[in-house]
């Protein structure tokens, strides 16, 4: 997120046999397979950390180590790199990625950002208009880039309406304290540290996903080598996702504070940050995949974000969205 996002960060943590997740069919018992996801902070996440927590992956024959980012931009090159082999992003980092000829594939939704992402400001700054000529702190290539973009592109700006601070998104919140930053875009658990300074009285929430839902999705996503080497190492992953989920739904406070103690706040906290996200179970991963102008799906929220990545000249053309998918893995697991 879409990060949250998740630093983008969006640490590292590392089963029950819930019925459902037996209903996916658990590999046999074996040497596992490990993988190595990158990933950053993010309240969208909480069911891989809970999967993870709990070593809910190795009913499916799988060992996963999840390895933390503090910068969000720098996901794409290291799965490129295979410094890891696999990483959570944000769908537009997908987008870029593959317009500019990486080989990277989104094989399942995470979740949408539903006012988990935010522009933050003064209180005496009430709409984007008031934007222009100010300073804003942002962190460049990220859900937060794109975030402020739309914002501003929908209210007839851009970024030459304004004064673009390069900024990762940990440190807005100390920057705004300090009153050298009037607006800042950033996700959870910054929005909410934010939004509590001062007494709760100098800052508040101009825009968020939840204005622009379905923009900012996060996804799984791995190289196509990675695909073809390693699929039901991939598909393990899926499953360990779906079984971390099905755990936090009949678990919620439990879930809550093995999630909060990655995102660093108390569960009370992590729960109230993870109303700002909505986690996608696996029987409605599909609309994702499906040909539509929804912002639901990857060609509507595709279209949407590589538009505004063309006119930032942050990609040299739009892509075939097709491309920037392997729905296969979500299609077989739903059969």
């Given at each position: 997120m879409t990060a949250p996002r998740f630093s983008f960060v969006r640490k590292s943590l590392a089963g029950i046999s819930l019925a459902a997740a037996a209903a996916l069919s658990p590999v046999a018992a074996h040497a596992a397979d490990s993988m190595t996801i990158g990933t950053v902070v993010w309240a969208g996440y909480?069911?891989?950390y809970v999967a993870d927590k709990l070593d809910l992956y190795d009913q499916f024959g799988?060992?996963?180590e999840l390895q933390f980012f503090n910068d969000p931009a720098l996901l794409p090159s290291a799965m490129a790199g295979n410094a890891v082999d696999g990483a959570m992003l944000t769908y537009d980092q997908v987008v870029g990625s593959v317009a500019k000829g990486l080989p990277?594939?989104?094989?399942m939704p995470i979740d949408f950002s539903y006012g988990g992402d935010a522009i933050v400001?003064?209180?005496?700054?009430?709409?984007?208009?008031?934007?222009?000529?100010?300073?804003?702190?942002?962190?460049?290539?990220?859900?937060?880039?794109?975030?402020?973009?739309y914002a501003l592109q929908i209210n007839g700006m851009g970024e030459k309406d304004i004064q673009s601070v390069n900024m990762t998104p940990e440190g807005i919140p100390s920057a705004m304290a300090s009153g050298s930053l009037p607006i800042g875009v950033t996700y959870e658990p910054n929005v909410s540290q934010i939004?509590?300074?001062?007494?709760?009285?100098?800052f508040h929430v101009v825009y968020s996903s939840k204005d622009a839902p379905g923009l900012i999705t996060d996804v799984l996503a791995f190289t196509e080598e990675q695909i073809e080497e390693n699929p039901e190492a991939i598909?393990?992953?899926?499953?360990?996702?779906?079984?971390?989920?099905?755990?936090?739904?009949?678990?919620?406070e439990e879930s809550a504070e093995i999630i909060g103690k990655v995102l660093g706040v108390s569960g009370a906290e992590a729960l109230e940050q993870m109303e700002g996200v909505y986690n996608i179970p696996l029987a409605e991963m599909g609309q994702n995949f499906v040909e539509s102008s929804e912002t639901t799906s990857f060609y509507g929220s595709g279209a949407v974000i590589a538009d505004l990545l063309l006119k930032n000249k942050q990609i040299p053309a739009i892509p075939d969205f097709a491309d920037t998918f392997d729905a296969s893995f979500v299609s077989e697991l739903t059969k």
């Open positions: 909480g069911p891989f799988l060992d996963v990277h594939r989104v094989v400001a003064d209180k005496s700054i009430t709409s984007i208009a008031d934007f222009k000529g100010k300073q804003v702190g942002f962190n460049p290539l990220s859900p937060s880039d794109f975030l402020l973009a939004l509590a300074m001062g007494g709760g009285d100098k598909t393990a992953m899926i499953k360990g996702y779906q079984a971390g989920l099905e755990y936090m739904q009949a678990h919620p």
